[in-house]
């Protein structure tokens, strides 16, 4: 069907837009329009010459809204597109056309009367805003399929009469059908909506209906509504109180049963059918002349005695017969058994004994008590052999079953005592408290003893006796492990009342493991064969005096012998003169063969027999530095020797500039700091400057923390303490020649953002990291403070900002090669410990959420704090959650009205923000 309608609508489009295309282009000198006081036009009249048209959206500049009165009739159109502009079509606009195919506007909210009338349409759809058809509006068509609208609510009279129609599908919302709506159609079967009050006369007269569904919202049925049809049957509601003339004349009606709430069927109602049975069910109902004419001579007439149908049976000679009523019992869902059966027809007021169960009924799950009006029990209970009066229908019995009663006990396996309770057959089982047992947490209620089916007490019904078993978990309880100066043990976890594996012995200098205890007085000894656990508990190491000397050997690799030493047990070594190797520097002593542990002879301590393995570099004698000036003074190049320390030289100078500093790379993101850099390979370093009077665009700065000058209170920045140079092992340096005095900072000017005004949130911030050369620019003026901040940037920052000490082994990230531009303060972050990476990645260009900002600020100013209240969003089982409280007891995260949002990303600004708060408040 859906291929069908595809191809059809196919054929349309090619048919109307290739074969006949529409007339595309408007000229307004086809049209007649007037103004309407809205600004909007109103066509009054076309003169145009084309027949397939495409009606204008605007005409003289103006929106078309609205087409008036036979503004198109008798121009003899074949085609017509109507523009989605127009709310309203005045009456007759396009009858008495050639109409094959129209375009409807989607804002029409009701078609006129006559709007379509005498044309030769086949198919219409009726756009959804449309509420009210108008009067004769598609009049003789030849519509054979019509969308009505899913809002219409009235439809007109004469609306679709003489056309093609075979189906039609009434909009639940419809409540009026006008006069011959629909008839002289070709209708096979209709379905009214319970929406429909009203029908009018004739409505779907002359049609070929079968079958028709009337809904119990009718209380009249028009003169001549279903007249002239191919009825074989009808059910009139109980609803209906008058049936008019012929409303069901000319059908093939068999039998009918007229309401008891019918007050008047009038004359020729049901005249021409072929009716042998009709059942009249009140005393009262009037059955004007002619009611039954021409229909069969053997029609019989049911009624009461004395009713107006044995009167009327008796004038017009029809056979007539008292109603007569059963009595039917209804199994009502047994699955066993035989139902009873009455074949008496019993008159009304007829005195009748309700039968047993004589078919031995049996349903699952409950027992047989009696016989009630409604299937699920809750109308009138009429007990067996009780008498009865018969009414003025049919009687229906149904069997009605009490449901058993059955007991559930509650097993709970050593759990404290849950009492059985009584439930009836098919009904659901309230839960229970939950049980408890020393140990045990309570897991839930299962059906089997071995505890595989659970009991779902939303959904599984009671349908017999039955037990239900609790199911338990074991409790895990840990174990501390006080070790008593001795090698730390990680606490475990232990299931309630299981044996415990014993852990690897710790170990203490010049002492020897004697076993585990249960109290701190070592009188209690822990069994690990015998022992279970049963709460959290401490065990205490028992320790014994053992030997007192121990020896260090060392593993040259290579290099010159190194004297083994004999060391006190739990006390430091002395450390030995470097060794030697031929083209190799000495690079430390390690206590791993890998070389990635390091020994400290100032802090480790010598607890058993071990062996240092010493570290080697490859020695290049010497390397060059040049100095590379941007347009200054020349500087000498140096010759270093391999892994030293270069010699500051004095500073260049260049005309209208003041130098800021020596750096590693032309963009000028990483100084060169002369008393800890050391050269291990040609380098040449870059002269950074400042335009005199300006700020410049960033530099590496360590700052010191301290207030931000206000324009009432303005500070002198002080200069930051030099760090002591370190004496490089066992290589020369030549003299440093005496330096000229730096110049005095002056006070430094605003840098100016074109995008960060001074009364912008973050100014303030923003001017501090700027001028300490932390943060810069874009090379357009502006600062960007609402973009986020990328991974690498923040490493950048930080490494401008603060001095880095290295705790951690260098670790090679994936993504970050030797040449990427940050791959220098990458490494300088993650040996400080702030970064760590993602599955060997750093994802420089990743946005960093405000979540991962909060940690990395907590390690790198080593922030602590004992509060733990925080923000809505961030919840104690957050993972960033105590980053988040220590940034926040600190002053440095204020919030958004009680939220942290810690999954969205940092911007510019609200970084320069926080570090500035981490560095100054």
Do not use: C
Not at 251 to 263: A, C, F, H, M, T
Not at 747 to 775: C, L, N, R, Y
């Amino acid at each position: 069907m859906k291929g069908l309608q595809v191809g059809l609508l196919f054929t349309v489009i090619y048919f109307i837009f290739i074969v006949n295309p529409l007339s595309a282009h408007a000229n307004e000198a086809d049209y007649v329009w007037t103004n309407n006081k809205d600004g909007t036009v109103k066509i009054k009249d076309y003169i145009g010459t084309d027949t397939s048209i495409i009606i204008p959206n605007e005409l003289g500049g103006k929106v078309v809204t609205e087409i008036g009165m036979a503004a198109f009739g008798e121009k003899n159109l074949t085609q017509v597109v109507i523009p989605d502009s127009v709310i309203q079509i005045g009456d007759l606009a396009f009858a008495e056309n050639q109409l094959t195919y129209v375009e409807l506007s989607n804002n029409l909210t009701s078609i006129g009367e006559g709007v379509f009338f005498m044309n030769k349409l086949t198919n219409i759809e009726i756009p959804d805003n449309v509420t009210q058809i108008g009067l004769y509006a598609f009049l003789d068509n030849e519509l054979s399929t019509v969308k009505l609208p899913n809002g219409l609510k009235i439809m007109g009279d004469f609306a679709f009469t003489g056309n093609q129609l075979t189906s039609i599908e009434l909009p639940e919302t419809l409540k009026t059908i006008g006069e011959m709506a629909f008839s002289e159609n070709q209708l096979t079967s209709l379905e009214i909506p319970p929406s429909v009050t009203s029908i009018g006369p004739y409505a779907f007269a002359t049609n070929q209906l079968l079958n028709v569904t009337i809904p119990l919202s009718i209380t009249n049925l028009a003169e001549g509504v279903f007249h002239d049809n191919q009825l074989t049957s009808i059910e009139i509601p109980s609803s209906v109180t008058n049936i008019g003339r012929w409303a069901f004349g000319e059908n093939r009606l068999s039998s009918l049963e007229i309401p008891k709430n019918v007050i008047t069927v009038e004359d020729n109602a049901f005249n021409d059918n072929q009716l042998i049975k009709v059942r009249v069910l009140s005393d009262s109902t009037v059955l004007l002349e002619d009611t039954f004419k021409a229909n069969p001579v053997d029609l019989t007439i049911y009624g009461h005695d004395a009713s107006t149908a044995q009167a009327y049976a008796n004038q017009y000679n029809h056979l007539f017969e008292l109603l007569a009523y059963k009595v039917i019992y209804n199994d009502n869902g047994s699955v066993q058994g035989n139902i009873p059966v009455d074949e008496n027809m019993y008159q009304r007021n007829t005195k009748v004994t309700v039968l047993d169960n004589v078919g031995a009924l049996e349903k699952t799950g409950y027992l047989f008590n009696g016989w009630n009006s409604t299937a699920n029990g809750d109308g009138v209970d009429y007990a067996v052999n009780s008498i009865i009066d018969i009414g003025e229908s049919d009687l229906t019995l149904y069997a009605k079953w009490t449901p058993n009663v059955y007991t559930v006990t509650f097993n709970t396996d050593g759990g404290t005592t849950i009492d059985p309770v009584t439930v009836m057959y098919d009904k659901e089982l309230t839960q229970p408290a939950d049980p408890t047992k020393v140990g045990h947490t309570f897991v839930g209620w299962y059906v089997d003893d071995t505890l595989n089916t659970p009991w779902d007490f939303a959904a599984d019904r009671i349908t017999g006796d039955l037990t239900l078993y609790a199911k338990w978990t074991a409790i895990g309880y840990t174990v501390f492990f006080e070790t008593n100066g001795g090698t730390a043990i990680s606490p475990v976890t232990v299931m309630y009342n299981e044996q415990m594996s014993e852990p690897t012995a710790p170990k203490k200098a010049d002492h020897t493991f004697a076993g585990w205890y249960k109290d701190e007085t070592l009188t209690k000894p822990w069994s690990f064969d015998t022992d279970i656990v049963s709460e959290d508990l401490t065990l205490y190491a028992k320790w014994e005096v053992a030997q007192s000397e121990y020896t260090l050997d060392f593993d040259t690799n290579g290099g010159s012998a190194v004297q083994s030493q004999r060391i006190a047990g739990n006390a430091t070594a002395t450390k030995p003169i470097n060794p030697t190797k031929a083209g190799y520097l000495f690079a430390g002593w390690y206590k791993d063969k890998a070389l990635t542990k390091p020994w400290s002879f100032d802090t480790d301590k010598v607890v058993e027999n071990m062996t240092l393995y010493a570290k080697w570099q490859v020695e290049q004698s010497q390397y060059t530095v040049d100095f590379y000036t941007n347009g200054g003074s020349a500087v000498p190049s140096q010759r270093i020797a391999g892994n030293a320390t270069a010699t500051e030289p004095m500073d260049p100078i260049k005309a209208g500039f003041t130098f800021a500093g020596w750096y590693k790379d032309a963009n000028f993101t990483l100084p060169w700091n002369f008393n800890k850099d050391k050269v291990t390979t040609n380098i040449t370093l870059y002269a950074k400057w400042l335009v005199n009077g300006s700020s410049g665009d960033g530099g590496s700065v360590i700052p010191i923390p301290i207030p931000i000058p206000t324009p009432e209170e303005p500070t002198q920045k002080p200069t930051p303490e030099q760090p002591k140079p370190e004496k490089p092992d066992s290589v020369p340096v030549e003299p440093v020649e005496p330096q000229p005095p730096k110049p005095t900072p002056q006070p430094e000017e605003d840098i100016t953002f074109s995008d960060v005004p001074k009364d912008h949130w973050a100014w303030t911030m923003i001017q501090a990291m700027a001028k300490q050369g932390v943060i810069t620019g874009y090379p357009d003026g502006t600062f960007k403070p609402n973009a986020p901040v990328q991974r690498q940037h923040v490493a950048l920052m930080l490494a401008r900002a603060m001095e880095l000490e290295p705790k951690k082994e260098a670790l090679a990230f994936n993504d970050i090669s030797a040449t990427h531009p940050y791959a220098e303060v990458i490494q300088r972050v993650q040996q400080a410990g702030l970064f760590d990476g993602v599955n060997g990645n750093f994802n420089p260009t990743a946005n960093m959420t405000r979540a991962q900002m909060a940690k990395v600020l907590v390690l790198a100013f080593h922030l602590t704090s004992t509060e733990k209240e925080t923000f809505h969003d961030v919840p104690a089982t957050h993972w960033a959650y105590d980053y988040i409280a220590i940034l926040a007891a600190n002053g440095i995260a204020l919030g958004d009205n009680g939220y942290f949002r810690p999954e969205d990303s940092v911007t510019r600004a609200q970084f320069a923000a926080f570090l500035y708060r981490a560095l100054y408040e």
